[in-house]
């Protein structure tokens, strides 16, 4: 059975950090893609960040680039975000997801694996 459980929400004022975390288990977690996505009250989810099952090659949305960094650690069977300076319109509940294919970057269709959530709010 494959879970994937975040961790590490929580609610912080702006310009604070949190790190996410979302341990894998029930599959090669270290052959599958592995991105975050967050989605916000009446929004559509959207990608956030992506690194590559080596952990040799990630990507990220505009909005968050410099100041969130996603990373893996296979040994562990664990995907990070580390998410600094960070603002208002950052508030969703974040996704981590799993993707056997290689090249999936933004495309949630594309993912196949998803984990429930986890709440960030961040206080102005």
């Known amino acids: 059975q494959v879970l994937l459980v975040e961790s590490g929400g929580g609610l912080v004022q702006a310009g604070g950090s949190l790190r996410l975390s979302c341990a894998a288990s029930?599959?090669?977690?270290?052959?599958?893609?592995m991105g975050w996505f967050r989605q916000a009250p009446g929004k559509e989810r959207e990608f956030v960040a992506r690194?590559?099952?080596?952990?040799?090659?990630?990507s990220y949305v505009d909005s968050v680039k410099g100041r969130f960094t996603i990373s893996r650690d296979n040994a562990k069977n664990t995907v990070y975000l580390q998410m600094n300076s960070l603002k208002p319109e950052d508030t969703a509940v974040y996704y981590c997801?799993?993707?056997?294919?290689?090249?999936?970057?933004?495309?949630?269709?594309?993912?196949?694996?998803w984990g429930q959530g986890t709440q960030v709010t961040v206080s102005s």
């Open positions: 997801a799993a993707a056997a294919r290689r090249g999936v970057v933004s495309d949630p269709r594309e993912y196949d694996y």
């Open positions: 029930g599959y090669f977690f270290s052959r599958y893609g």
């Open positions: 690194v590559s099952w080596t952990g040799g090659s990630t």
